[in-house]
């Protein structure tokens, strides 16, 4: 059974960083694109990033560019997500998204397995 696990979520206020974390049991992990993806009440899933197997190809959401940062440890099975300057409108719940067709997307519909999401909120 495939499970995505993310921790390290919290309560923080505005100017602070938080690492996101994602432990995942695919094998092999180092075959998946990995990515994150964040919604808040009343919107839309929205991409956060995303890696590729071997983490050599990143990509971003414009809104998160320059403060977030997503890498990954396949001796670890686990990506992370490194958010720096913390801003009130990212406060969502984050899920951690796997696939293995190769092809990198940015949009939730070409994700295949889903963590449960962990909450990061933001105060002002």
């Known amino acids: 059974q495939v499970q995505l696990v993310e921790s390290g979520g919290g309560l923080v206020q505005a100017g602070d960083s938080l690492r996101l974390s994602c432990a995942a049991s695919?094998?092999?992990?180092?075959?998946?694109?990995m990515a994150w993806f964040r919604q808040a009440p009343g919107k839309e899933r929205e991409f956060v990033a995303a890696?590729?197997?071997?983490?050599?190809?990143?990509y971003y959401g414009d809104s998160v560019k320059g403060r977030f940062t997503i890498s990954r440890d396949n001796a670890k099975n686990t990506v992370y997500l490194q958010m720096n300057n913390l801003k009130a409108e990212d406060t969502a719940v984050y899920y951690c998204?796997?696939?293995?067709?190769?092809?990198?997307?940015?949009?939730?519909?070409?994700?295949?397995?889903w963590g449960q999401g962990a909450q990061v909120t933001v105060s002002s």
């Open positions: 695919l094998r092999p992990f180092s075959t998946f694109d």
């Open positions: 998204a796997a696939e293995n067709y190769g092809t990198l997307p940015l949009t939730a519909h070409g994700y295949d397995y």
């Open positions: 890696i590729s197997p071997r983490g050599a190809v990143t």
